[in-house]
T-cell receptor, first 113, second 118 residues
Framework: NAGVTQTPKFQVLKTGQSMTLQCAQD?????MSWYRQDPGMGLRLIHY???????DQGEVPNGYNVSRSTTEDFPLRLLSAAPSQTSVYFCASSPLDRYTEAFFGQGTRLTVV | AQKVTQAQTEISVVEKEDVTLDCVYETRDTTYYLFWYKQPPSGELVFLIRRNSFDEQNEISGRYSWNFQKSTSSFNFTITASQVVDSAVYFCALSVWEYGGSQGNLIFGKGTKLSVKP
């Protein structure tokens, strides 16, 4: 069972560059989300999706775009990276029921210089 | 608004000591879920427990136990006879019943870093 797979695991970007963080899950979960983790801040929700074609903003959406064309994939796009986006990013998925916890990917450590 | 407070930023104990990690939450919803996740130094998030708002029964799993008290809006986590392998950051999180039942929108506390010294 692969679960939730994030790529890449590490990335260094220059300010102004764009990139896409990939997230894929093989559990047929309807719900997927992106969080960022900053020191002393816990994890904060960036964007989420309750199914293919449906996305919405979380607590800290500025500077990020998402789309959900398939159930399996939920990429996070940084259009013009800024040093403030240096963080560890986690993707999570869960089914749309009240009984199952969220499954997290291994995380992507992003540094913007 | 929902909020989770973990007032203890860092805790250091000696192996075999018992340690309790505090979690206080705020929500106006009557149906909600509380979670604990462990983040070891390797960085992944490991699910430990989920508790729903209608179940105040305490739970014990090996050396881990959880005390859920709605009256004080607390969901505390105790590790008995701590071990070096328990060293990690522990997060308490809250989700409310919405979006057809998704528990995905988690509100995390800032985490408590536990260091267990041999």
């Amino acid at each position: 069972n692969a679960g939730v797979t994030q790529t890449p695991k590490f990335q260094v970007l220059k300010t102004g560059q764009s990139m896409t963080l990939q997230c894929a899950q093989d559990m047929n979960h309807e719900y997927m989300s992106w969080y960022r983790q900053d020191p002393g801040m816990g994890l904060r929700l960036i964007h989420y999706s309750v199914g293919a074609g449906i996305t919405d903003q979380g607590e800290v959406p500025n500077g990020y775009n998402v789309s959900r064309s398939t159930t399996e994939d939920f990429p996070l796009r940084l259009l013009s990276a800024a040093p403030s986006q240096t963080s560890v990013y986690f993707c999570a998925s869960s089914p749309l029921d009240r009984y199952t916890e969220a499954f997290f990917g291994q995380g992507t450590r992003l540094t913007v210089v | 608004a929902q909020k989770v407070t973990q007032a203890q930023t860092e805790i250091s104990v000696v192996e075999k000591e018992d340690v309790t990690l505090d979690c206080v939450y705020e929500t106006r919803d009557t149906t909600y879920y509380l979670f604990w996740y462990k983040q070891p130094p390797s960085g992944e998030l490991v699910f430990l427990i989920r508790r729903n708002s209608f179940d105040e029964q305490n739970e014990i799993s090996g050396r881990y136990s959880w005390n859920f008290q709605k009256s004080t809006s607390s969901f505390n986590f105790t590790i008995t006879a701590s071990q070096v392998v328990d060293s990690a950051v522990y997060f308490c999180a809250l989700s409310v019943w919405e979006y057809g039942g998704s528990q995905g929108n988690l509100i995390f506390g800032k985490g408590t870093k536990l260091s267990v010294k041999p």
